[in-house]
Each structure stands twice: as C-alpha cells, then as structure tokens.
C-alpha cells in the first residue's frame, strides 16, 4: 500500500517564478493538508483540502493557493517566489479528517535563488 | 492563536540515560501528537494522544498527556544512539483541521 507521495523531491527557482507542488494521498484517504517547515523550525500549516474545497487556510498570503482533484490528489502553487519560500513542503493526508491520523509525504524541497 | 512550546529545543545526551521533553500548549485541544523527523526526512507519527490522563509506550518511548495542565511528556528511557533525531510535538486546533507544530527539540544521544 502506497504512502503519501509528493513530487518533485527537490527543486531549485528563482525569485518571481511560480511553482507547482504534487501529491497523492495515501490510499483510501479523502483529505490532503499542506504544510511548509523552514529550516529549523516546526511544520506550519497551509491549507487543507477536503471534497475538491479549501476547507481551512493558514496564516499564508494569497500568493499560495491549491487544488485538490476527484481522485483526492492535490497541488500547491506558489506565485511570484520569495527568497523565504525555500521550505519543505510537506503533504498530509488523512481519512474523515478531523479525526483520522495525518500520514506526511517526505516533501518537496523547495530552493529559491 | 494556539501556541506550542516544546522545551528544551536541544537535548545532547549519555546512552543508558533517561530524559523528558515537555511541550505546553496555550488553548484546550482535543488531541495531541508526537512525530519524529530525521535530517532531511519527512515526519513519523509515534504517538497519538487523545484524552486527560492518557499514556502511550513504544520501546523506550512514553508519551503522556495532562489536558488540564495543557501539558504533555515525551519520556526517554536508555537512551540509545539510534534515538537521535527531531522530535515534535503537535496540537490540533479548536477548528480541527490544522496541527500546530512546536518549534522541535533535536536530540543527541551519544555513546
């Protein structure tokens, strides 16, 4: 059985440039999250999808925005990059979320030059 | 805003010792997570802690979770090298979709 999978793993952009972000939930879950952890610091909370809807947004500009498909799959886009975009972007999937368990893809790493 | 402090935010240990990690969060949760992330690795769960009182044990790992004092524990006991990693604690908030991760603590556990 398939985890969380997330790609690309790393990627290198430079300031202005959008980026686009994939990733398949685990199998049988029906709710993605995502989160960006910077260097040294803990995971902070983007979004999360549910039913094709952004069910809840965190502290993030309108720069960042998502997409999340029939097949429960999801994208994260981030337009006009910032040097403090660089992160790991990680994906979270969970079943009849709030209550299921969360299972973290291994992340994109993002770069911005 | 629900606010997550783990302490300390660095930890170098003996083998063989026992140590605990706190982390304190500001508003009431109804549930409350410890992950463990290696360099350069995604998270993994260990402990899920769902109510006032609850313990959980895994090998040298016990969780614990106090809801009235807003308190949980990550107890290490015979540390051993391959414990050594970033330990997170995280707490869903009162809308139940977001975690809200602590800033981490980094443990070493040397020979």
């Known amino acids: 059985d398939a985890g969380v999978t997330q790609s690309p793993t790393h990627l290198i952009k430079t300031r202005g440039q959008q980026v686009t972000l994939r990733c398949s939930p685990k199998?049988?879950?029906?709710?993605v999250s995502w989160y960006q952890q910077a260097l040294g610091q803990g995971p902070q909370f983007i979004f999360q999808?549910?039913?094709?809807?952004?069910?809840q947004r965190g502290n993030f500009p309108d720069r960042f925005s998502g997409h999340q498909f029939p097949n429960y799959s999801s994208e994260l886009n981030v337009n006009a990059l910032l040097l403090g975009d660089s992160a790991l972007y990680l994906c979270?999937?969970?079943?009849?979320?709030?209550?299921?368990?969360?299972?973290f893809g291994e992340g994109s790493r993002l770069t911005v030059l | 805003e629900l606010k997550v402090e783990q302490n300390p935010l660095f930890l170098s240990m003996q083998e063989g010792k026992n140590y605990t990690i706190y982390c304190n969060y500001s508003?009431?949760?109804?549930?409350l997570y410890w992950y463990r992330q290696d360099p350069g690795k995604s998270l993994e769960s260990l402990f899920v802690l769902l109510s006032n009182g609850a313990v959980k044990q895994e090998g040298r790992l016990m969780a614990s979770l106090d809801t009235k004092a807003r308190l949980s524990t990550l107890h290490i006991t015979a540390a051993v090298h391959d414990l050594s990693a970033t330990y997170f604690c995280?707490?869903?908030?009162?809308?139940?979709?977001?975690?809200?991760f602590g800033k981490g603590t980094s443990l070493l556990v040397t020979p």
């Open positions: 999808y549910y039913e094709e809807e952004e069910r």
């Open positions: 979270a999937s969970s079943l009849r979320s709030p209550t299921g368990e969360l299972f």
């Open positions: 995280a707490v869903l908030s009162n809308s139940g979709y977001a975690l809200n």
């Open positions: 199998s049988g879950h029906d709710t």
């Open positions: 508003t009431t949760s109804d549930r």
